[in-house]
């Protein structure tokens, strides 16, 4: 089966710092993939080349096969990949559900249209993300005044706007309080077992990681050093030796930062 | 070879005033951030500080003297200045700061003529230094001379101030970082006023400096700020050796305009100046700049909802009651409110982009009178019936705008604002200087609606439904998707990409699309004139533009229009009186300092108040 990302021997430089160096993965339709690793591995990087929002030094990235490499993050978005950021990013001027909707006439090719309304628009669509997100009782609210969870799920209904095969979310737990984690991991675990999206995400929470994903890689110094199933990890002597000087990961006990 | 090289001296003479008042602007941009639009007054009131001293303080040293004191007296004016408003508006977005010092300028110009008078006062000659010397016989003033010795000796002064001194370093940290000056315990306030007294003392030196030149007038405030612009922009904000390189290139390229070119004297420095922005957005020894917040301070922005029905009701009624203004008004009713009208639209053009995309243009004036030039040359010279001319005026501003937003979009914050005042500089000198086909500084006359519409009531009826038409189109607009997709640009680039936006092209699209609403109602105001000149196209008339949209509120959807038209309304009243721009200034100060949120923002906050828990 065609893998929905792969990475190819994908390079970054910085000056003479190789962010990320000849990495290569494959991820199939419907996996949970976790990106880990200590800070300055590399991982945000690997992330923004998938995305289109940083251009790789050399390699390629494909999309279902298809090379997508250098496209710019819209195009990108189109072919049929979601996103969500670090430090979360909607649209603070509007409501709830008009973020949503924003997504969706994006997605509908109606961005330039200057006749309707466009809060009348799509507004089923959106309600019906939101839901699925649990936002649903805050679609009129004020984008502005909501709390950080819930701009983290906000985020989540405007990536899966257009139905997206793969998903890619950069630190999907930052900041936000533990329930609330499992709570928002518990969800994306669901949106990958009811519609098959592929996930890849980066972590720094090792309960999210090893309660949620099905498969985790690990880099280090731009390069992975690992990569298996969370058991396998969790044995692996060389992921011990980045994270612990080679002390045991155990999932209880968060590795922030 | 003598003539040029005596044409380079002048040139490098009239670099000497230009250096001072740029390098001034740009040390106090480069520390607190703020394009101080009131430098070219603080230069002015140098002229007239120092003219007066001249009359008292007698013989050489008296002169060298009343120079300098022309410098700390304008120096602590500006510190005042500092201290009074602008301490106010360093946190908010930079149209505040170009609202108040607007507002300082219009008052430093009304108390200039309160002192000195409204006649040009001569500037003394420099004692000892009357005659002119020959360069390899061409005669070279001997001032001239004085000024190419006493620039490099200023330039080295600050040089030395910033490179060597314990304040220098002060000034170079906060240019670098301001918030981490101020977490290391460096008294932010005293820096930014010392840094405000520098600058301002430096334009007062200019002003003083060139008095034997070129006296003291009420117009050099805007003359200077104009040049000012030009090379601060192409040196780069915030940095002094790129005032100092590009006050010598302008001068000398002015110096030989006049001399080879008189034609095309302010085009050539103008396409130099869009010319080094296209290759270098951040001008030759510029740092690239991360935008700032757009927008207006307060609480965040409301969601864009459609008008509830009693302002639907109150709007309709007022519309009703404009309509029948023929049958109750007088004649001068009739003009005074086509004139509001009219000004109502292009206000809600910029409004639109301001307050929907976030976009601060500087130059809004170029698709305004663009569309107004656009009109009357059809008229002129392919004698276009004014129906086919009022539709191509709003065609061809917003093609105008298309190219120029094709540039100015790439840079964002205070440099695209700068690449939009240029090319609306660009255009303002190329109408201004192309005689034979604008008729320059004479304008075009003569240019009068269609016979149907001559009438007063006739024409009036027409403005109102296009004026109305177009500011309803706008509003319109922010509700549609086109709207939303601004907004979502504007809010978060990168969400917006990452959901398939493509930004550029909407804002670019959105400029386009402002642009021609203001050239409808630059066609309009052609055809209510009779006449175009090319001060349509002056930055007066883009500041006038970006100050209503300001008082009446850039984060709600009538700023614009209500803001046009109460402006007008004052205007008209206040141009009555003498010392109106005084009163308008503090009024525009007084806003800035007490209603940020402009009439309707304050109105709306009011009502909700009012309503209590209705919200």
């Known amino acids: 089966m065609t893998p929905v990302l792969e990475a190819r021997h994908l390079t970054r430089h910085f000056g003479a710092i190789r962010a990320v160096d000849d990495v290569s993965f494959a991820l199939a339709p419907g996996e949970l993939l976790a990106l880990i690793g200590p800070n300055g591995a590399g991982k945000s990087t690997c992330f923004n080349m998938a995305m289109g929002q940083l251009a790789p030094s050399s390699g390629q990235v494909l999309l279902e096969g298809r090379d997508i490499t250098g496209w710019p993050a819209r195009r990108i978005w189109r072919a049929g990949v979601g996103r969500t950021f670090q430090i979360t990013a909607t649209y603070a001027s509007m409501r709830v559900i008009e973020n949503v909707q924003m997504a969706c006439l994006s997605h509908h090719r109606r961005t330039f249209s200057l006749i309707p309304r466009a809060h009348r628009l799509y507004r089923d669509e959106a309600m019906a993300l939101l839901e699925t997100v649990g936002m649903g009782a805050q679609a009129e609210r004020h984008a502005a005044i909501l709390a950080y969870g819930d701009l983290k799920r906000l985020e989540l209904a405007m990536a899966l706007a257009h139905a997206p095969r793969l998903l890619l979310m950069d630190e999907p737990t930052a900041g936000m309080a533990p329930g609330e984690r499992a709570a928002l991991m518990e969800l994306v675990a669901g949106i990958v077992a009811e519609r098959g999206t592929a996930v890849l995400f980066t972590e720094h929470d090792m309960d999210v990681v090893f309660g949620h994903a099905q498969r985790i890689m690990v880099m280090n110094r731009g390069q992975i050093i690992a990569d298996g199933t969370p058991q396998a990890i969790r044995g692996d002597a060389r992921v011990r030796e980045v994270y612990l000087g080679g002390g045991a990961i155990t999932a209880g006990r968060g590795a922030d930062g | 070879m003598g003539l040029i090289l005596a044409q380079l001296l002048t040139g490098l003479a009239n670099a000497g005033a230009l250096f001072m008042v740029a ?18 007054s603080f230069y002015m009131l140098g002229a007239y500080v120092g003219w007066s001293a001249m009359q008292v303080l007698p013989g050489a040293l ?26 106010r508006v360093y946190a908010a977005p930079e149209l505040f700061q170009l609202v108040a010092t607007f507002g300082v300028i219009l008052v430093v110009q009304d108390l200039a003529l309160m002192i000195w008078g409204p006649t040009d006062l001569l500037g003394p000659r420099a004692p000892g230094l009357t005659g002119v010397v020959r360069v390899m016989g061409e005669p070279v003033p001997q001032y001239d001379l004085a000024l190419i ?14 490179a060597k001194t314990r304040v220098g370093i002060l000034v170079r940290a906060a240019t670098q970082d301001r918030e981490m000056v101020g977490a290391l315990g460096v008294n932010q306030s005293w820096l930014f006023t010392g840094t405000f007294f520098l600058g301002c003392a430096l334009a007062g030196l200019g002003g003083a400096l060139q008095l034997p030149k070129g006296g003291a007038d009420l117009l050099m405030d805007f003359t200077i700020l104009a040049q000012v612009f030009v090379v601060v922009v192409i040196g780069g904000m915030g940095s ?23 034609q095309s004297t302010l085009v050539l420095t103008y396409v130099v100046m869009v010319a080094v922005l296209i290759w270098w957005p951040f001008g030759l020894l510029g740092r690239a700049e991360v935008a700032g917040e757009l927008g207006q301070v307060g609480a965040p ?6 008008a509830g029905w009693p302002v639907r009701a109150g709007v309709a009624a007022a519309l009703v009651l404009l309509a029948t203004l023929p049958a109750w008004g007088g004649g001068f009713a009739l003009v005074l409110a086509t004139d509001i009208l009219i000004f ?3 206000a809600a053009s910029l409004h639109f982009l301001l307050g929907q995309g976030g976009l601060v243009s500087f130059g809004h004036a170029a698709f305004y009178g663009g569309g107004a030039y656009v009109a009357a040359l059809l008229v002129r010279h392919a004698d276009t019936p004014m129906e086919l001319a009022l539709i191509l005026a709003p065609l061809g501003a917003g093609l105008g705008a298309l190219i120029v937003g094709w540039v100015a979009l790439r840079a964002s914050g205070v440099y695209f604002a700068m690449l939009t005042l240029a090319f609306a500089q660009l255009l303002w000198s190329l109408v201004y200087q ?20 001559s009438g007063g009531a006739a024409f009036f009826w027409l403005t109102l439904v296009l004026c109305v038409g177009g500011i309803l189109v706008l509003r319109h607009a922010a509700h549609a998707p086109f709207g939303y997709a601004l907004r979502a640009s504007r809010d978060a680039p990168l969400r917006a990409e990452a959901t398939g936006l493509d930004t550029r092209r909407i804002r670019l699209v959105a400029f386009a699309f402002a642009g021609a609403m203001a050239g409808l109602a630059g066609g309009l105001f052609t055809f209510s004139k009779g006449s175009v000149f090319p001060n349509e196209l002056e930055i007066a008339r883009s500041f006038d533009a970006l100050i209503v949209v300001f008082l009446g509120g850039v984060k709600t959807l009538s700023g614009g229009w209500v803001g046009g038209g109460v402006f007008k309304s004052a205007e008209d009243l206040l141009t009555r009186f003498d010392y109106w721009r005084l009163a308008l200034g503090l009024l525009i100060i007084a806003v800035v300092i007490a209603a940020p949120e402009g009439i309707v923002g ?14």
């Open chain 2, 149 to 162: 010795a006493i620039t490099p000796g200023v330039a080295l002064a600050l040089w030395y101030l910033i």
């Open chain 2, 62 to 87: 008296g002169f060298w003297g009343a120079i300098l004191v022309a410098g700390v007296i304008v120096g602590l004016v500006g510190a005042a200045v500092e201290m009074l408003i602008l301490r």
């Open chain 2, 23 to 40: 390098s001034g602007l740009s040390l106090i941009f480069g520390v607190t951030r703020i394009v101080n639009f009131a430098h070219g």
């Open chain 2, 240 to 262: 002094l050796p790129g005032a100092l390189i590009a006050s010598v290139l302008i001068s000398v390229i002015n110096v030989f305009g006049v001399a080879y070119l008189p």
């Open chain 2, 602 to 615: 304050t109105l709306k906050r009011l009502a909700r108040r009012q309503g209590g828990e209705d919200r």
């Open chain 2, 344 to 346: 109502c639209l292009f």
């Open chain 2, 301 to 306: 922005e409301e969601p864009v909802r459609p």
């Open chain 2, 434 to 453: 192309w005689g034979d086909v604008t008729g320059g500084d004479d304008g075009i006359v003569g240019i009068w609606p269609a016979d149907w519409a």
